[in-house]
């Protein structure tokens, strides 16, 4: 099997921006453009309404629709609460039932699914980032071509980048596999009232600043960093440490899936300085940490996705935006470039009651959807058309956001092999050096190992071409967008 070589793919990151203002006017928000890996779908030719091929709203029967999805609880809350029950309104004969599975496992159940020849009705949406796990799996490709869909099923008006996207996609793959459905640009959120206690005025706009200001807290026994540590659950294996560490090492010039290189180096020397301030309960902080951050435990949140900022400041935490504060982050000395995440939608090979499926993508990429999951889960939309007439009360979120996007962004490889990679990376890297407290002199030696560990993987099951490939640290390089 090949596997393809982006290193040299730089694509233009095309946004149109609008700022609004601070107090009540209603102003069109920062389209700032679509955040996934290598994914984005069909907005050539396209003619008109996009639900053209959706089944009307008035079936004979009721269609039973699964819908698979890796979100917070407090996410699938409003998908169970209010989505579902919009969509299952305007289309009665389809029922959807949401299933909400843990992290990295919506391949799994696909793959399982695909196997067992039962698929049934479904819609799956699925980390951006794995979604090369059931391009490239082991039974082939085994998402739906989705390419005669795409004119219908897609709105008429994606964001600039999207459109851009769209023929990386299509050069790729050959053809349109699935479609952009939300994004993400994970942020710094800090306590402004203990920064303001320790004499700190402004986060720290770089990594040397950040050192500084996180040993300011703790000469003053106040309380210190939070990261995400954990990987995912307290679990140390999983998707959100290396999320972390993807980004780190890219801001030091490094191309994180090698490992090995000067940049990978510097930037694990600064964490392992920096974690000397980390709050014990970095060890099991993953993308669903927040709590502490209201209640004083920690000071900094360095690095968490945009929902919690709409958790934060409603009941029972209540902060406002003179107690919360969320900005792009510390710049790298190499670049601030931010990851972009998020997830994609698609169609299993093998399922049934297409038209159905058709009309719940269409639902959920349509505007109203689009323009709910923004405002209340803080879900970067797709469809330009949702950020039309947006209350006020976002534009501070809006603000960080965009200012994220205008340092720079960058999509992770969809390599095949990325869950080993975070299991390696996790095991040789972070938990010996930062978890059981490695020495600084380590640092270099556990980086070649887990780079070694890394070939070794790929050899054995992905063949010596791959593994050669992999030994060129200019191959499966971050994606400029």
């Known amino acids: ?61 009721t269609v039973n629709l699964e819908f698979y999805e890796s979100v917070a609880a407090s996410e699938a809350k409003y998908i169970n609460n209010t989505l579902i029950p919009q969509f299952e309104a305007e289309y009665p004969g ?182 000397s301030y980390f709050v014990p309960a970095y060890k099991t902080g993953y993308w669903g940490s927040y709590h502490g951050l209201a209640v004083g435990n920690y000071s900094i949140l360095d690095y968490q996705w945009p929902y919690i900022y709409n958790i934060l400041t409603s009941t029972p935490y209540d902060m406002t935006n003179s107690t919360l504060g969320f900005y792009p982050g510390p710049a790298g000395p190499v670049n601030g470039n931010h990851l972009l995440g998020g997830d994609v939608l698609f169609i299993p090979k093998g399922a049934t009651n297409i038209p159905s499926d058709e009309a719940f993508i269409s639902f959920l990429l349509g505007e109203q959807a689009q323009k709910e999951t923004l405002l209340n889960l803080s879900w970067v939309a797709i469809n330009a058309g949702a950020y039309q007439n947006l209350p006020a009360k976002y534009s501070a979120i809006d603000s960080a956001l965009g200012a994220a996007i205008d340092q720079g962004v960058f999509l992770r490889n969809p390599t095949p092999w990325i869950t080993e990679w975070q299991t390696i990376l996790d095991q040789y890297v972070f938990n010996p050096l930062i978890v059981n407290g490695g020495s600084y002199s380590s640092i270099a030696s556990d980086l070649a190992n887990a780079h070694t560990q890394m070939y070794k993987y790929i050899l054995a099951n992905y063949g010596s071409a791959n593994a050669t490939l992999y030994q060129n640290p200019n191959s499966y390089g971050p994606i400029s967008v």
């Open 1 to 61: 099997m090949e596997i393809l070589k982006y290193s040299n793919f730089n694509m233009r990151f095309m946004v149109e921006t609008s700022q609004k203002t601070m107090d009540n006017e209603v102003k069109p928000k920062r389209p700032w453009g679509w955040v996934v890996l290598v994914v984005v779908v069909a907005v050539v030719g396209f003619t008109g309404g996009y639900l053209a091929h959706a089944p009307s709203a008035k079936t004979s029967s």
């Open 94 to 275: 389809i029922h959807v039932n949401f299933v909400n599975v843990g992290t990295g496992d919506v391949s799994k159940d696909i793959l399982a699914l695909e196997k067992s020849g039962k698929v049934g009705s479904i819609v799956a949406g699925q980390d951006n980032l794995e979604i090369g796990q059931l391009i490239y799996s082991s039974s082939g490709n085994v998402l739906m071509n989705l390419s005669t869909m795409a004119p219908a099923l897609m709105p008429p008006n994606l964001v600039p980048a999207a459109q851009n996207l769209v023929l990386y996609e299509k050069h790729v793959f050959g053809g349109v596999y699935f479609f952009p459905f939300r994004g993400n640009v994970p942020l710094v959120f800090y306590n402004k009232t203990i920064l303001a206690k320790a004499g700190i005025s402004a986060p720290p706009a770089n990594d040397t600043q950040f050192l500084k200001d996180a040993e300011t807290l703790h000469n003053k026994s106040l309380p210190g960093i939070m990261i995400q540590g954990g990987s995912t659950y307290g679990v140390r294996t999983g998707s959100s440490t290396a999320t972390e560490l993807y980004q780190l090492m890219v801001q030091y010039g490094g191309n994180p899936l090698y490992i090995n290189d000067s940049g990978d180096l510097h930037a694990m020397q600064f964490l392992k300085n920096l974690s």
